[in-house]
């Protein structure tokens, strides 16, 4: 019972989250509803929150500290007395404190650390944009996924409609005396050989659609559909250089934006090793007064020894550093080799992006040649099997010819198809890199 109605509020749930969105899903839906409920998305954000909260920490520490304070001592036999005689009775003693401190002067460290704060929080936010870049990527490509085995579902599809049209023909023909039933089995084989491959594409389109709504965070794929785009203008343009590329890239992409940041920590982070060498110096100060009781006798009352025993304080402290067993000369070093690892790291992502940016834009260029020959080659086929086809309808082609035919016109359609989609991403990729 329980397990048929958590599976009710699962198919609830979906029903409303694709009701809310209203039919078939465009591409910038899709985008903007990963964005705002991938899982991993929501951790950065969390992340950037927490670093937030660190460096409102950091921005308080300048503040004084102010803190109050009362106790109650109750002391049996031998004691002291309130005019400093040691006596044998029982007394009774209640203080009163207010106190503060202040940090004068800690050697540049509270400003180091709010400065590494904000760097820790733009990190967070260019790690935050990040995951969001690669969020619009993965679902970009799971997209063009989906369109590529739609097209592939109607050129299987289309297969059908050709050989069932076909087995019909010879059906009539057989019931006529003018073909054999070898020739009508031999179609009918064909037909079901057909029917497997729009099976086996159903099978990957639904796949394709399990991980896209798996990106979505969506509980289940039933029911979930994309909207295809308009290609009927579609048009080979020219492409940008992979060089002007990857210069509008390194000023826009988080990625490179959050090693940049890190680097400046890096270096802050030195001048907070080194802000140990120097002295520091606080104040603190307070109020406090007290109440003396010896029991069973009578002295002043609760208020007027509060007023007497009021006492202000205030004090300064100086600690200069001598030797600290070469400690901070140690943290300094290290604080320099994280730097200098730093560096490295930012160059290896620079150097990673300018081979990604490469990668695309020849992968981009071979999809074009590969769209322009497989067009080519698909309007040949086309024609070929127009061709065959009538020539095996007016029974001057064989069975064969007809099928040779066929088989390379729909799998010339399917090159199309795959070409026009894969160049389409990859000109996609290389705007996305740009920032656009």
Request: hydrophobic content about 40%; proline content about 3%; charged content about 20%.
């Amino acid at each position: 019972m329980n397990k048929r109605f958590l599976l009710a509020i699962v198919f609830l749930q979906a029903t409303v989250l694709f009701g809310q969105v209203g039919g078939p899903w465009t591409l910038e839906q899709c985008v903007q509803y990963a964005q705002e409920h991938n899982i991993s998305v929501q951790q950065s954000a969390l992340t950037v929150q927490q670093r937030s909260i660190e460096l409102n920490t950091a921005k308080n520490s300048v503040w004084p500290a102010l803190q109050a304070s009362a106790s109650q001592n109750f002391s049996f036999g031998r004691g002291i007395s309130q005019d400093n005689t040691y006596v044998r009775s029982n007394t009774a003693n209640t203080s009163f404190g207010l106190g503060g401190s202040l940090n004068l002067f800690t050697g540049l460290r509270t400003k180091n650390n709010i400065d590494m704060g904000k760097l820790n929080l733009e990190a967070a936010n260019a790690d935050c944009a990040k995951v969001k870049d690669d969020i619009r990527l993965a679902v970009t490509q799971a997209y063009v996924q989906i369109l590529y085995n739609m097209e592939i579902c109607w050129v299987a599809q289309a297969q059908i409609d050709i050989d069932s049209a076909q087995v019909e023909r010879l059906e009539i023909l057989a019931e006529n005396g003018k073909v054999g039933p070898a020739e009508v089995a031999a179609r009918r084989s064909t037909l079901a050989q057909s029917r497997l491959t729009y099976t086996q594409a159903q099978n990957n389109l639904k796949m394709a659609y399990l991980d896209m709504t798996q990106l979505l965070e969506l509980p289940t794929p039933d029911g979930f559909s994309v909207v295809p785009p308009d290609v009927s203008a579609f048009a080979l343009e020219a492409l940008p250089d992979p060089e002007v590329v990857f210069n509008e890239a390194i000023a826009s992409r988080p990625a490179v934006k959050a090693e940049e940041i890190r680097l400046d920590y890096a270096q802050k982070n030195i001048a907070l090793a080194k802000s140990s060498y120097y002295p520091t110096l606080s104040m603190s100060g307070g109020l406090v007064t007290d109440y003396y009781a010896l029991l069973g006798s009578t002295g002043k009352g609760f208020g007027s020894q509060l007023r007497d025993n009021f006492s202000p304080y205030l004090g300064f402290s100086l600690n200069v550093p001598i030797f600290d067993r070469l400690q901070t000369r140690n943290q300094v070093r290290a604080a320099k080799l994280q730097y200098s690892s730093q560096q490295l790291q930012m160059d290896n992502v620079r150097k990673s992006l300018y081979k990604e940016i490469q990668q695309a834009y020849y992968n981009a260029v071979a999809a074009k040649d590969k769209y322009e020959s497989s067009r080519l080659a698909a309007e040949s086929a086309r024609e070929a099997f127009e061709l065959a086809q009538a020539r095996y309808e007016n029974g001057k082609g064989t069975g064969t010819e007809f099928n040779e035919a066929k088989n390379n016109h729909l799998q010339s359609a399917s090159n199309l198809a795959q070409a026009q989609y894969e160049y389409l991403y990859q000109k996609q990729l290389l705007e996305l890199y740009r920032g656009k």
